[in-house]
């Protein structure tokens, strides 16, 4: 059993910067891909980073340039680099995982994902 645990919301102005952190434990396995989502007030959750065992990382075009997904060298905490904010940004993000896929064959929907945290919240004011 895969558990995720976010970290690192909270508020910031816009053009202010916040990293995300995400702890994983249980067994992942050695083929897998890990994402970022979030959720804006009365909206659909959806996808804004991914990557893979590889290290490979994928962008929404909302946040191409602004954001960094990485994982630490254990391969044990995903983070999530957010800059130059702007309200349009805040929401609940969550992390997810899914075993088996690559960053070639991902897939967007909040379906193909089996494990997720709980998320954090980030607002954005202006």
């Known amino acids: 059993q895969v558990q995720l645990v976010e970290s690192g919301g909270g508020s910031v102005q816009a053009g202010g910067s916040v990293k995300l952190s995400c702890a994983t434990s249980?067994?992942?396995?050695?083929?897998?891909?890990m994402a970022w989502f979030r959720q804006a007030p009365g909206k659909g959750r959806e996808g804004v980073a991914y990557i893979d065992n590889y290290q490979r990382p994928k962008y929404e075009d909302s946040v191409k340039g602004r954001v960094t997904i990485s994982q630490d060298n254990a391969k044990t905490i995903l983070y999530l680099q957010m800059n130059d904010l702007n309200p349009e940004d805040t929401g609940v993000y969550y992390c997810?995982?899914?075993?088996?896929?690559?960053?070639?064959?991902?897939?967007?929907?909040?379906?193909?994902?089996?494990?997720w945290g709980q998320g954090t919240q980030v607002t954005v004011s202006s």
């Open positions: 249980g067994s992942i396995g050695s083929y897998y891909c």
């Open positions: 997810a995982a899914e075993i088996g896929c690559t960053i070639t064959a991902l897939t967007r929907s909040t379906a193909g994902w089996h494990y």
